[in-house]
């Protein structure tokens, strides 16, 4: 098995790409340890010291670190878990997974503005960001404001903000006039 690995716009975090699939669908997202305990995979990377967040997509293993350590000392000891889980025959989540499109529910009078606004997250925003190992997904929407919430690469990343108010507030207020701002949501 051979696995590559990819920078991200967020220098605390890497993309690890196994060759397969991580997931069938959609992405799981563990901020923290006590989080990953419907995921063997998960737990797996969060027994080598120094990682701090964990994300999945279909394809992909995205990586948090602490500032204290350096890729260079991390890095073969992720790349062996990863390797050891999937030569275990382990699943990546646990039973009790549900698949999601991440996206929250709204119900609602605005219910075709926020069915566009998933519409162009799911289209043009997501694929970018799985590009760089990360996920936005839709919060909420109230008075004009949009609310995402930022996985993976995306949470904590310097750029998001520039990629937030440049990129998909753009984006979205060109398609949707009844959007006036899009703001992160923790």
Known sequence: MFIQTESTPNPATLKFLPGQNVLDMGTADFPTAETATTSPLATRLFAVDGVTGVFFGIDFVTITKSDEMEWDHLKPSLLGAIMEHF????????????????????????????????????????????????????????????YLHMQGACAGCPSSTLTLKMGIENLLRHYIPEVTEVRPVA
Do not use: C
Request: charged share 25%; aromatic share 4%.
């Open 87 to 146: 030569q275990s025959g382990q699943p990546v989540m646990g039973a009790d997974h549900k698949a999601t499109s991440g996206h929250a529910e709204h119900t609602g009078e605005d219910g075709v503005i926020v069915g566009q606004i998933k519409e162009l997250l799911d289209s043009r925003v997501r694929p970018a960001v799985a590009q760089d190992g990360g996920d936005i997904t839709f919060h909420g929407f109230d008075r004009g404001v949009v």
